[in-house]
């Protein structure tokens, strides 16, 4: 960008603090993270990360200790790509096992019901899906 002159103070309010670029009409934020600095906290799993602001893809990096489960669940509402990172784990869909381990892809379709349990080195993996609102309660 040529210098307009101005102060710092003036232009700050013009940059955008997630990707440092310039804010304007059209601002279109490229967000990144190193996904291998990302570390959960002593003895926890699930979620470590989630990509977060205005989008239309949720994006959570999920770490599982030795032998941890998510256990059995509909995916009821979106199709869900799941990349393993690092180590391993079991994939159960309607029943059925997947062994994964790092750099494979696993496509679990709505409808299915879906568990995840890692393996004896415990699991890193993304998972993937169509960004959705959160929970609803639902009245039977």
Known sequence: MPDAGGDAACWAGQVC???GGVLGPVHR???RVHLDHLRP???AD???????GDRQLDVNLVVLGPGSAIGEHDNDVVDVCLVVL???ATLVVDGLEHALSAHE???VPRGARRAITAGSEGV???STHVARAGPAIRTP
């Open 17 to 19: 603090d997630a990707c």
């Open 29 to 31: 934020c490229t967000r």
């Open 41 to 43: 906290g002593a003895g």
């Open 46 to 52: 699930g979620v470590v990360w989630s990509l977060a």
């Open 86 to 88: 690092s180590g391993s």
């Open 105 to 107: 892809l696993a496509f």
């Open 124 to 126: 890193r993996y993304l």
